[in-house]
């Protein structure tokens, strides 16, 4: 597979320009990855891909064929695929990492190696999304102190010693989010933060010893039941839509539509995980009007008009069809 090639970018909008400009290579076989894909379609494009690449099997089905895959990070982890080359827009050190094991992973090229190639895109809107934004910032930085001085950073770009560098950067910006801290309304009813109440929380200990005049004497300090209760599961703000990809997908909806006693129907919405894709509010609002449906009145679950659906890169925004919704 040295002639198959992985591009790794930031946003959803750039892996389907991107897609759109390499499928116009006639030689190539071009695939697209995005979370706008339902799990099910991304399962059976990585199966894809894998049938072109089979490095492993020359002898029985032929030689590799070059593919081109444009994908968001979530190629980056959990997929056990290699290509020849990797190109990785510009990101935190760690995705990095990620990508570039995702490059002649199975040392299929040996003795040469594959190559990793990292872009900084002149346009690409990260603005909203911190994580990346922030991760892109150190990791540049660090890219920065290794072009100067390659040996203190371990002669590698995502050395041991070049990703401690980068951690340390990354979270001593982000130390106050990352102690997660709490606020006088939680059950604590005071400012602290979790990362204190579960180590040596000092503040109950200073406290204990203003009213006591000594030292508490048990071993063990920390507040378990204060962190409980004041923990909170981070709260995403997406939200899911069944979309009819395949017949599978399509009876899905139909079913959901039709069923009675819709709250009992337990494996019709667990198998609809599979085939919904989650959006963001912003997303959502533009596609109720014309695009999403409930499947039942007052249910709260969401489908896809079939117009909006792409078999080539998923849920869209404008319709890719002629088909009409499904029936409700």
């Given at each position: 597979n040295a002639g198959s090639a992985l591009i790794v970018v930031n946003t959803k909008t750039?892996?389907?320009e991107i897609y759109q400009q390499c499928k116009q290579i006639d030689s190539v076989k071009t695939f697209h990855l995005s979370t706008h894909m339902c799990p099910a379609h991304r399962m059976y494009v990585l199966d894809q891909i894998k049938s072109c690449l089979r490095p492993w099997d020359f002898g029985l089905y032929g030689p590799p064929k070059p593919v081109i895959c444009v994908s968001t990070q979530l190629i980056e982890a959990g997929v056990d695929i290699s290509f020849?080359?990797?190109?990785?827009?510009?990101?935190?050190?760690?995705?990095?990492?990620?990508?570039?094991?995702?490059?002649?992973?199975?040392?299929e090229q040996h003795?040469?190696?594959?190559?990793?190639?990292?872009?900084?895109?002149?346009?690409?809107?990260?603005?909203?999304l911190d994580d990346i934004r922030?991760?892109?910032?150190?990791?540049?930085?660090?890219?920065?102190?290794?072009k100067d001085n390659p040996a203190r950073l371990g002669n590698n770009r995502i050395s041991p010693e070049a990703m401690e560098q980068y951690y340390q950067y990354y979270f001593y910006q982000r130390a106050q989010e990352m102690n997660y801290p709490v606020t006088a309304n939680?059950?604590?009813?005071?400012?602290?933060?979790?990362?204190?109440?579960?180590?040596?929380?000092?503040?109950?200990?200073?406290?204990?010893k203003r009213i006591n005049e000594k030292t508490p004497e048990i071993p063990l300090r920390q507040a378990f039941m204060s962190a409980a209760k004041s923990f909170?599961?981070?709260?995403?703000?997406a939200r899911g839509i069944i979309v009819?990809?395949?017949?599978?997908?399509?009876?899905?909806?139909?079913?959901?539509?039709?069923?009675?006693?819709?709250?009992?129907?337990?494996?019709?919405?667990?198998r609809a995980q599979r085939y919904s894709v989650n959006v963001f509010p912003d997303v959502l609002n533009r596609l109720r009007e014309q695009a999403v449906r409930e499947v039942q009145k007052g249910s709260g679950i969401l489908y896809l008009d079939e117009r909006y659906y792409s078999d080539e890169f998923g849920l869209s925004e404008k319709p890719v069809k002629d088909m009409g919704f499904l029936t409700a």
């Open positions: 750039s892996a389907r020849g080359s990797v190109i990785r827009y510009l990101a935190g050190l760690d995705s990095i990492a990620q990508a570039a094991g995702r490059c002649n992973r199975h040392n003795p040469a190696l594959g190559k990793v190639y990292i872009i900084n895109p002149a346009e690409e809107n990260i603005e909203r922030i991760g892109k910032e150190k990791a540049e930085r660090v890219l920065g102190e290794f939680s059950s604590v009813r005071r400012e602290d933060n979790l990362f204190n109440l579960l180590s040596v929380n000092s503040l109950s200990v200073d406290e204990y909170e599961v981070i709260e995403t703000v009819p990809y395949d017949e599978e997908g399509k009876e899905l909806i139909s079913k959901l539509c039709s069923v009675q006693e819709l709250e009992k129907q337990y494996k019709l919405i667990r």
